[in-house]
């Protein structure tokens, strides 16, 4: 695996695309799964663990790389499966999410593949582990499951998700409830973690699940008459997501006369890897890296102050 990560800052021409390319991994069985390269530092063997007093069952242990100490999450065990046995041929995945480096405990990496956002599909009703799962697609007609790690972490490493005193006060609430922001996110614990918080601004908020589902939403609403710019205060999107990633959704909703004047704002867990550049690039007005409650509570507020009449 050694030549696996070497050329992730290429890769970054994808962006802007609706394109990814899926790092391929399998745990307990032989069903496969996925997870973006962006998300991705680095692929090794399971390196040396060492057991820490009071560690979540999920944290196998925490190992030294590079001079930094991470936990070791066993992505099998946090979706409800035994632990992984035999480390020893087992690998880790060191992934970056939301400022926080971990590495993830898997038995075999198996490949790189490139793909479009569009092959990427919501996960259909009923099939095994979907409450840890944003999205699915086929990779030689095999099915690739792709994680909800956000909802892992906050089930391993919860988040604060509460906004500081001070930072909203009576009048901006009251202020805030004649106003909606649509948001746009696969996983189901971004959403939830986006719309509390938004909700304690003051606003009214829509969730939906994808780019295609609120490209699909915005657009039957100007089809109705209605002015959109002006009815929503906002939009906070994801950026990873199935169907239509949030790149994608920007420069669409730029390239419609009808939607062209809607601040959005793009919302991710890229944060170390994250090209400031394509924000420019597909016309997004904001960016802000999950999940900061007090940030993302103060972009709202700044954007009902700038919208006052």
């Given at each position: ?51 820490m ?21 066993d ?19 060191i ?19 490139n ?15 979907d ?56 996983s ?19 969730t ?92 709202v507020?700044?954007r009902?102050?700038a919208?006052?009449?």
């Amino acid at each position: 695996m050694a030549g696996v990560m070497d050329s992730v800052n290429q890769r970054t021409q994808l962006v802007g695309q609706n394109r990814l390319e899926l790092l391929l991994f399998r745990l307990a069985g032989n069903q496969l799964y996925g997870i973006n390269v962006f998300k991705v530092k680095e692929v090794l063997q399971c390196p040396r663990l060492t057991m820490m007093p009071k560690l979540h069952p999920v944290v196998r242990g925490v190992a030294h790389i590079r001079g930094g100490t991470l936990p070791i999450l066993d992505l099998n065990r946090a979706t409800g499966g035994p632990g992984l046995d035999n480390l020893d041929t087992a690998f880790v995945i060191i992934t970056e999410y939301n400022y926080k480096v971990q590495g993830f405990l898997v038995r075999s990496v198996e490949r790189i593949v490139n793909m479009n956002w569009s092959e990427i599909h919501p996960p259909p009703k009923g099939t095994g582990r979907d409450h840890y799962l944003t999205a699915v697609t086929r990779v030689d007609n095999q099915m690739v499951e792709i994680i909800d790690v956000e909802k892992v972490l906050a089930e391993v490493v919860p988040t604060n998700e509460k906004i500081s005193e001070g930072v909203i006060n009576k009048e901006t609430q009251a202020e805030a409830l004649t106003r909606k922001v649509l948001i746009v996110d696969d996983s189901s614990i971004a959403r939830k973690q986006v719309s509390r918080c938004l909700q304690e601004v003051g606003v009214e908020v829509i969730t939906l699940n994808d780019g295609r589902q609120a490209l699909d939403w915005l657009r039957a609403q100007a089809d109705l008459g209605e002015d959109v710019s002006k009815s929503l205060l906002m939009i906070v999107s994801d950026i990873e997501m199935p169907e239509m990633d949030g790149y994608t959704l920007t420069a669409e909703i730029r390239n419609d006369p009808r939607l062209k004047n809607l601040h959005v704002m793009l919302h991710t867990s890229l944060s170390g890897v994250f090209n400031q550049a394509m924000v420019k690039k597909v016309g997004a007005d904001d960016f802000l890296a999950k999940f900061k409650p007090d940030d993302l509570a103060q972009r709202v507020i700044d954007r009902l102050h700038a919208t006052r009449e």
